[in-house]
């Protein structure tokens, strides 16, 4: 008997023992922490304009379901399948009052029937009046200010002062544009912002509120030509006449002796859909610069989708740095009569359906239109370019207008230093057709050092064979032209440059390479792609374009790499590369 108690009694034990221990683990098993919840904070936008309601969501018990109310009124719900993380993705289009909010509550229940904090995380959504458009037209006098908080139309020329005749100014004005601010240009009357000489535009925006010039068309409908384009006007020299008139005849009259001149500044500027023609044959470009002087600031801008040239320089000695010419469709950087200045990071992008009948180019550069011998030669220094042609695979198709990369003709002395040029037919061309620019390059005044071209030759049937219905106007697909681009069915005319071809003559120059494709370059394989393309380089790769210091230019940035960039992308923020799907106006 005493020892059947004894056996009872450490059965019993036991039993206590694993009930403890059973409860011990079943009770850190139950034990998970609440779901937590980051929400994308305040959004705001134009009523009937359409934003994103996002939450980031974690339960470590696995969620159950999602519940979103709008002002305490269901608004979403979503039942999930035991997800430790989420992210919630909600589009809203916001209604209500002018001035007034919505908010947004988010709760999550986790699989332990856990609810995330009673602290409802708000997402407010500002109900924002659409802004006043202010018509604007005729001539600016004296000092006048663009606020964010409206959109201002230019319908036809609208002039910062005025020079109706050449050579008599009979007003000057300011015009201070906001950062953050919206500029539209009228279609129906050519709009366009003419800055005179002795006048001024300063237009600095930020990273985060650019300054905008843009179409007047609604999302989807813009295109380029749609409005002028911004036009500065200098007293800086040019090689033509001191009282030179930009073509088109609108009364654009540039030129003096004032190297320091100051236009105004234009720093974080976006330039879009503009180039409208004024006559046959005679657009605007995205942004003119008619012997604009060395005292004006010329950086971060954008010039987008422009119908003419995105940027021109007629002469003048402005510098300029982080320039963006974003698929224009004539040239990205046109560069005649006289211009001496320097640019430093810039990037010329195309797109394979536009291009000019002119022929479509990255630089495109003149001393002036006959070949003339005048002075100041055209003889700015560019560094740091990447020329970035539509032809990124065998695949992508090019317009049969586009030519070359850099085309350099016309008795032009231009230098040109760490650049990458890809993508196009012909990588360079040393046109001497009208004027002696070979004759400047074996004299080393025209100078094309530490460029890389890549990725030129023939490859594919579209636009880059060298025979055949599809080949290039000029039936070329090399990285350096030895001939004269002139027609199919003409004679090749040879190029010398002394004694030797354009080729060996550039292969002769330490610190340039013609290379097949960009797969060793660092270059990234999404440089071609739909949306942002990758700009930055990786590093490594046996034609890296990352390497040693290259030689400090006066008036630059030191560098160690070939191109526009390296690992950080100065396009970031502000820079816009789907300018068609911004809604600007309502």
Same mark, same amino acid.
Request: charge should be negative; aromatic fraction near 8%; hydrophobic fraction near 40%.
């Given at each position: 008997?005493?020892?059947?108690?004894?056996?009872?009694?450490?059965?019993?034990?036991?039993?206590?023992?694993?009930?403890?221990?059973?409860?011990?683990?079943?009770?850190?098993?139950?034990?998970?922490?609440?779901?937590?919840?980051?929400?994308?904070?305040?959004?705001?936008?134009?009523?009937?304009?359409?934003?994103?309601?996002?939450?980031?969501?974690?339960?470590?018990?696995?969620?159950?379901?999602?519940?979103?109310?709008?002002?305490?009124?269901?608004?979403?719900?979503?039942?999930?399948?035991?997800?430790?993380?989420?992210?919630?993705?909600? !589009?809203?289009?916001?209604?209500?009052?002018?001035?007034?909010?919505?908010?947004?509550?988010?709760?999550?229940?986790?699989?332990?029937?856990?609810?995330?904090?009673?602290?409802?995380?708000?997402?407010?959504?500002?109900?924002?009046?659409?802004?006043?458009?202010?018509? @604007?037209?005729?001539?600016?006098?004296?000092? @006048?200010?663009?606020?964010?908080?409206?959109?201002?139309?230019?319908?036809?020329?609208?002039?910062?002062?005025?020079?109706?005749?050449?050579?008599?100014?009979?007003?000057?004005?300011?015009?201070?544009?906001?950062?953050?601010?919206?500029?539209?240009?009228?279609?129906?009357?050519?709009?366009?912002?003419?800055?005179?000489?002795?006048?001024?535009?300063?237009?600095?925006?930020?990273?985060?509120?650019?300054?905008?010039?843009?179409?007047?068309?609604?999302?989807?409908?813009?295109?380029?030509?749609?409005?002028?384009?911004?036009?500065?006007?200098?007293?800086?020299?040019?090689?033509?006449?001191?009282?030179?008139?930009?073509?088109?005849?609108?009364?654009?009259?540039?030129?003096?002796?004032?190297?320091?001149?100051?236009?105004?500044?234009?720093?974080?500027?976006?330039?879009?859909?503009?180039?409208?023609?004024?006559?046959?044959?005679?657009?605007?470009?995205?942004?003119?610069?008619?012997?604009?002087?060395?005292?004006?600031?010329?950086?971060?801008?954008?010039?987008?989708?422009?119908?003419?040239?995105?940027?021109?320089?007629?002469?003048?000695?402005?510098?300029?740095?982080?320039?963006?010419?974003?698929?224009?469709?004539?040239?990205?950087?046109?560069?005649?009569?006289?211009?001496?200045?320097? @640019?430093?990071?810039?990037?010329?992008?195309?797109?394979?359906?536009?291009?000019?009948?002119?022929?479509?180019?990255?630089?495109?550069? !003149?001393?002036?239109?006959?070949?003339?011998?005048?002075?100041?030669?055209?003889?700015?220094?560019?560094?740091?370019?990447?020329?970035?042609?539509?032809?990124?695979?065998?695949?992508?198709?090019?317009?049969?207008?586009?030519?070359?990369?850099?085309?350099?003709?016309?008795?032009?002395?231009?230098?040109?230093?760490?650049?990458?040029?890809?993508?196009?037919?012909?990588?360079?061309?040393?046109?001497?057709?009208?004027?002696?620019?070979?004759?400047?390059?074996?004299?080393?005044?025209?100078?094309?050092?530490?460029? @890389?071209?890549?990725?030129?030759?023939?490859?594919?049937?579209?636009?880059?064979?060298?025979?055949?219905?599809?080949?290039?106007?000029?039936?070329?697909?090399?990285?350096?032209? !030895?001939?004269?681009?002139?027609?199919?069915?003409?004679?090749?005319?040879?190029?010398?440059?002394?004694?030797?071809?354009?080729?060996?003559?550039?292969?002769?120059?330490?610190?340039?390479?013609?290379?097949?494709?960009?797969?060793?370059?660092?270059?990234?394989?999404?440089?071609?792609?739909?949306?942002?393309?990758?700009?930055?380089?990786?590093?490594?790769?046996?034609?890296?374009?990352?390497?040693?210091?290259?030689?400090?230019?006066?008036?630059?940035?030191?560098?160690?790499?070939?191109?526009?960039?390296?690992?950080?992308?100065?396009?970031?923020?502000?820079?816009?590369?789907?300018?068609?799907?911004?809604?600007?106006?309502?």
């Amino acid at each position: 008997m005493k020892r059947l108690q004894l056996h009872m009694f450490k059965a019993i034990a036991a039993l206590a023992v694993f009930t403890v221990l059973l409860s011990g683990c079943q009770k850190e098993e139950e034990v998970f922490p609440l779901p937590t919840i980051s929400s994308s904070g305040t959004l705001a936008g134009i009523i009937g304009s359409t934003v994103t309601v996002k939450a980031t969501i974690n339960a470590p018990a696995g969620i159950k379901s999602i519940t979103v109310l709008k002002n305490g009124a269901p608004f979403d719900s979503k039942v999930l399948a035991g997800e430790k993380t989420f992210e919630y993705v909600k !589009d809203y289009v916001i209604d209500g009052v002018a001035g007034t909010s919505v908010n947004f509550t988010i709760q999550v229940t986790d699989n332990k029937n856990q609810v995330s904090s009673l602290v409802a995380i708000p997402v407010a959504v500002s109900a924002i009046p659409p802004k006043t458009i202010v018509e @604007v037209e005729g001539v600016i006098e004296g000092n @006048v200010t663009w606020t964010k908080d409206k959109i201002y139309r230019l319908k036809g020329f609208v002039r910062v002062g005025e020079e109706l005749v050449a050579g008599t100014i009979t007003k000057k004005g300011t015009l201070t544009i906001e950062a953050g601010t919206t500029i539209i240009g009228d279609i129906a009357t050519k709009g366009t912002l003419v800055v005179h000489r002795e006048s001024k535009l300063i237009a600095i925006g930020t990273a985060a509120a650019p300054i905008v010039f843009t179409s007047g068309q609604p999302v989807g409908a813009r295109n380029p030509g749609d409005w002028g384009g911004v036009v500065l006007c200098g007293k800086a020299a040019n090689n033509q006449n001191v009282n030179q008139e930009l073509e088109g005849a609108y009364k654009g009259f540039f030129g003096g002796s004032t190297s320091d001149d100051n236009s105004g500044t234009l720093k974080y500027v976006r330039i879009e859909y503009a180039g409208v023609p004024i006559i046959p044959n005679a657009e605007i470009n995205s942004l003119t610069m008619g012997s604009v002087g060395s005292g004006t600031t010329l950086e971060y801008i954008q010039c987008s989708y422009g119908l003419d040239d995105s940027f021109e320089w007629f002469g003048g000695t402005a510098n300029a740095k982080y320039l963006i010419a974003y698929k224009g469709t004539d040239d990205d950087f046109d560069v005649d009569f006289g211009f001496v200045g320097t @640019v430093q990071f810039a990037l010329g992008y195309r797109d394979g359906n536009l291009a000019d009948g002119s022929g479509s180019n990255g630089f495109e550069v !003149d001393n002036d239109g006959s070949g003339s011998s005048k002075t100041p030669f055209t003889a700015p220094i560019f560094a740091n370019v990447s020329i970035v042609g539509p032809k990124g695979t065998a695949a992508s198709y090019v317009d049969l207008n586009f030519q070359n990369g850099a085309q350099l003709r016309r008795n032009n002395k231009i230098k040109i230093y760490n650049t990458f040029i890809s993508g196009y037919p012909t990588g360079l061309y040393i046109d001497s057709q009208r004027g002696a620019a070979k004759a400047n390059a074996e004299s080393g005044d025209l100078v094309v050092k530490n460029v @890389v071209i890549a990725g030129t030759a023939s490859h594919g049937t579209n636009g880059f064979s060298t025979s055949g219905t599809n080949s290039n106007i000029y039936g070329l697909g090399v990285a350096i032209s !030895d001939v004269e681009q002139l027609n199919k069915t003409s004679t090749n005319v040879p190029i010398l440059i002394g004694t030797a071809t354009p080729t060996d003559w550039f292969k002769g120059i330490s610190g340039n390479k013609i290379l097949t494709t960009t797969a060793n370059t660092g270059v990234s394989t999404n440089l071609w792609s739909v949306g942002r393309p990758t700009f930055t380089l990786t590093a490594g790769g046996t034609e890296s374009l990352i390497g040693t210091a290259l030689p400090t230019l006066t008036g630059t940035t030191a560098t160690d790499y070939i191109g526009a960039f390296k690992d950080t992308d100065w396009t970031a923020t502000w820079a816009e590369f789907s300018p068609n799907s911004v809604l600007y106006i309502k």
